[in-house]
């Protein structure tokens, strides 16, 4: 009987005591984890447009780093920003040769920063894209490879076989105008082996290819976003899909009409490197510049689907950037009139428009009528109404309103359109 209970001690103890190491091990070892975001943290600042008539839209950031290249923090921090942000679709995209931390962390697998992130991203509502960033000397400059299989086969640190390419090396490390010594041999290093190469490999894997920063004063001292004949040879070989036409806090008309001339996405990106918080502020009203993704699923392969086929608006510093056949349906499903009656015993229309995306539209008057409570420029706040009154001058049953809406542009300097009917009862 003693005996018993002695045992009955033990493994209750036992199972406590494998219990608690349990606890501790995910408490001291769940570093790489999601950990949890409140609904309350998400609903004050996801980011959210609405679906449009023909796709869902998808809000997506396929820029970004990590401390597997140059980046402050550990993937499951991206993740978890992206979550708060309500981001569909995140990429971390290292920079395969320029990798400053590697003394002190080791990172022969370049996958694992996706690696990581997918196990932090876990169940949770978002999808984690396999990207990295070949980084070259212009040209061509650095370009995002997203969608790929095996981050590993996109670079080759292959040490110099003769006196020659030796030569080369030595001459570009003296070359090198930024980072210490062994950074400036291992990206030196890294970057002979032929840009053209690593876009191929990854052409191969199936991915999505897309021009970052074409307007960064590193590599375009005016700022201007041009084409060089490399570029130009990728696009025709089919091997360059997009082009940011925002990175970070750029924005870049060149590189806007480079896409509209070349059939390339455009694309927007944070490329953050710190915190969302500290570049973007949410926490104030900022948001993190994103591509609006038009998609007929939410998954990995109707998103590629959607960017092959430029399925793309960008959102930055509550502009709008896109084709026009992307934008006008956005504008649509975002803005309407709700309800719209004579006032009593004029010829005054008041009506209420109602915004349900993120964005605040700076609407221009461009109907036939005027306000009698505004002006010709008309505010309609994010998430939220507008009250306007419209002298019809006659009494009509069908009210057309056409605006211009200047804070969404179809091409560089053209703004879009939007026209908005309601029938007054
Ligand atoms: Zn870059
Ligand atoms: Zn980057």
Redesign the pocket.
Known sequence: MVNNIDLLLKTGCAFFLSFLIAFLSFNLFGHGTGGSVSQDEIDKRAINFPDTQQYLTLVTDL???SVF??GHVWPNIRVLEALRDGIDALAI?E?LEHQPHRTDILNPDRNKAYEEAKAAAGRKDILIVNGS?I?RDMPPG?I?AIFIKDANKLFNIDPPKNDKTQEILNERIREMKWGNDLEKEYYSLANIWPAEEAIETANRQGAFLFW??PMWTSQSQDGVARLTPMHKDLIAKGYLHGIEVVNGNSYSEEAFQIAIENNLAIIGTS?V?NLIDWDYKPHLGGHRPVTLIFARYKNITSIKQALLERRTVIWFKNKLFGLKENLDPLLNASLSIESASYLPGTKIVGLTISNISDAKFLLKNASGYTFANSDDLVEVPAQGTKYLQVKTLEKINLLTLNFGVLNALIAPGKHANISLKIRIY
């Open positions: 820029h970004t780093h290249s140059d995209t920079h960033e980084t650095h995002n970052n920063h490329d490197h």
